[in-house]
């Protein structure tokens, strides 16, 4: 696994690039990206090029033995082209304008932006595309970040008329999908079809999915058009785009059919402050970030882009974003690193080389402070170099257990949630802190993913479910966990004619009849377990696996069903009842389980196995009985990483 940083030579005195080159160089860094947010010095003014300032740092990183990953960077258009073309901007959701003055100032729908998104690319590519520094490509720079990913323009609006066209053919065709006998919502021609914006009440379901759908097409579109220019001018190079973290507004599957590299850009602290997480687990991995965040992710995407992965930018200190912004334990840095190399990463780069003394991001850290004194990763940096140069390259291990992710599953949650906190990604989320928890590794796939080679398949939630799956899915052997809501709709988001699961009735042997969303407090209580938020009520001839008492009328009501390999969830289930739930299904499986001691988290290569201390006290983890390891100790510190050699 290679390391590497991201450097703004544009942001410092030409006169420091060769002593930044060469420390990099000493730290044990091998790539630097560049470039994502330098159009304005790029092309000062329309039509004029200043290459010579790229150039020389290109030159610099390279004479100091470095590699570069050059980016496009059209997440910042410069203000020239806004004045030039001022309808590029993106509309929210409130009807304004999107403006200049910080980034992602721009509609993925807008046909002259992506017309000057190609330009520059093609510049890009003409002038670096055989240049022996350039390794590899970045596409402009996380997609939909800001809430960008959802434009209301007019140019929106006019190319989602010719994807529903496209998508239905005739307007009777979309009037029927979508229901707009309902309401009197009926158009006479897509020329009216306007994006779902200002209505007065909720807009129709079926015109939110599909405009969402239409949206997450024309990110996958603006990227390909920027990939197929690098593929032609700069063959042999990896092309690769940076996603984020808890991230579902496109989808990454799409996009990733066209990237040699998925990376993303890894934030532990910042997403345990931002996202559902409980006050008492942001207090207890304040330091540290949840266990699963930063490996759910490692795990995602990898499932995006062929198996090949990495960190692009990896968070080296505190960050600027959050409501609150800690520093990391001291070996927090080194052990988010090597956890990647555990999963496969075939890099990680530091976000960023020197902390900026100016601008939005001046709080975020650097491996350098803004006076380029090392800061505190810098030297767990060249920690993770020496254990790299120990233990060689990794090949990930075939994990046993696949769980199905879907970005649609998400949107449809989102537009339709019927509960307030129905999350569908913490629910995902969850099942996969379950298999974690009992030192499982496990691989995040589509449902378009092939299934036969794993032990256990777990479908957290698939409220559409696609053609062909549950013809799928029968072929399996192997136990399967369907969870809350799946087959609940059909693809324009109606209720099936069989009601829900659908197309997956057969399979697990049930009907769901009705559906309840559950406030805060309100739980059905079984044996050790609860379930909350969501519950359906079922008929089917099956014996519930798991019951509970209703409060109501003091009846036995099911949550589990079992039939043959398949088990289906009728609730939001607990950590307890998943907990039940990987335990049975491990068993049946014949995978090995492990009892994993509170903060530790598990991860085994094809020659090592790497043991992760997210607690912020000491364990002991020689009930592992992995035996004496060749990095760290099995009395781990807090932030440690152990790791055994596998015999």
Not at 328 to 339: H, N, R
């Amino acid at each position: 696994m290679k390391l590497g940083c991201c450097y703004f030579p544009e942001h410092w005195p030409e006169d420091i690039w060769a002593d930044d080159a060469r420390r990099m160089h000493e730290m044990g860094l091998s790539l630097v990206r560049i470039g994502e947010f330098a159009w304005s010095r790029i092309e000062p003014e329309a039509g004029r090029f200043d290459w010579g300032w790229l150039d020389r740092a290109i030159k610099v990183l390279a004479d100091a033995g470095l590699k570069v990953m050059l980016c496009t960077p059209t997440a910042t258009p410069p203000k020239w082209l806004v004045d030039q073309m001022p309808d590029m901007v993106a509309i929210d959701g409130q009807g304004r304008p999107r403006g200049f003055g910080s980034r992602r100032h721009y509609c993925f729908s807008h046909r002259g932006y992506r017309e000057q998104s190609r330009r520059i690319t093609k510049a890009l590519a003409e002038r670096y595309g055989q240049h022996p520094a350039i390794t590899a490509w970045q596409t402009d720079n996380e997609y939909g970040c800001h809430d960008t990913v959802l434009s209301f323009s007019k140019a929106a609006a006019e190319c989602f008329r010719e994807w529903c066209e496209a998508r239905y053919g005739t307007v009777d065709a979309l009037n029927t999908a979508w229901g707009n006998v309902f309401w009197s919502m009926e158009y006479r021609s897509f020329d009216e079809i306007e994006p779902p914006l200002l209505t007065v009440t909720e807009a129709n379901p079926s015109h939110w999915l599909d405009y969402r759908r239409f949206a997450s097409d024309q990110v996958v579109s603006f990227n390909a058009e920027q990939v197929a220019i690098l593929r032609e001018l700069s063959p042999g190079r990896d092309v690769t785009h940076n996603f984020m973290g808890f991230f579902t507004e496109f989808d990454h599957y799409d996009v990733g059919r066209d990237l040699d590299v998925a990376t993303w850009d890894s934030y532990p602290l910042g997403f345990l402050e931002q996202f559902w997480f409980s006050d008492e687990e942001k207090r207890a991995y304040f330091r540290q970030g949840h266990p699963d965040i930063a490996a759910f992710h490692h795990d995602l995407y990898r499932g995006c882009s062929k198996g090949r992965w990495g960190i692009i930018e990896q968070q080296p200190g505190p960050v600027n974003w959050a409501r609150f912004n800690p520093a990391p334990l001291d070996g927090m840095v080194a052990l988010w690193t090597l956890e990647a190399m555990a999963h496969g990463a075939e890099f990680v780069s530091y976000f960023r080389w020197r902390q900026a003394p100016f601008a939005q991001e001046q709080m975020h850290a650097g491996l350098l402070r803004p006076d380029s004194v090392d800061a505190p990763a810098a030297e767990e940096a060249r920690q993770v170099r020496d254990v790299i140069e120990q233990i060689g390259e990794q090949e990930i291990a075939s994990a046993k257990a696949a769980l199905v992710f879907s970005y649609e599953a998400a949107w449809v949650c989102g537009i339709q949630p019927q509960g307030k906190s129905f999350r569908y990604l913490e629910l995902v989320y969850e099942c996969y802190s379950a298999l974690r928890r009992r030192g499982l590794d496990v691989d995040i796939v589509s449902a378009d993913a092939a299934l036969g080679g794993y032990s256990a398949v777990f479908i957290p939630s698939l409220p559409i479910v696609p053609d062909g799956l549950a013809e799928k899915l029968g072929a399996l052997v192997c136990p399967v966990l369907i969870g809350p809501r799946s087959g609940s709709k059909s693809e324009n988001l109606t209720i099936p004619d069989n009601l829900a699961p659908g197309a997956l009735e057969d399979l697990v042997g049930l009907k769901v009849t009705r559906v309840e969303s559950l406030r805060g407090g309100i739980t059905g209580v079984g044996d050790g377990w609860t379930v909350s938020r969501w519950l359906e009520e079922t008929e089917s001839g099956l014996t519930p696996e798991f019951t509970f008492e209703d409060g109501q009328d003091k009846s036995e009501r099911g949550v589990v069903f079992a039939k043959g390999n398949f088990r289906y969830c009728a609730a939001w289930p607990d950590r307890s009842l998943l907990d039940l739930l990987v335990d049975r299904i491990a068993g049946e499986a014949e995978l090995d389980l492990l009892t994993l001691p509170e903060g530790i988290r598990i991860r085994r290569s094809a020659s090592h196995t790497f043991a992760f201390n997210y607690a912020a006290h000491p364990v002991d983890v020689n009930a592992l009985e992995l035996g004496e390891p060749i990095v760290g100790s099995n009395q781990m510190e807090p932030a440690a990483t152990s790791i055994w050699t596998i015999a």
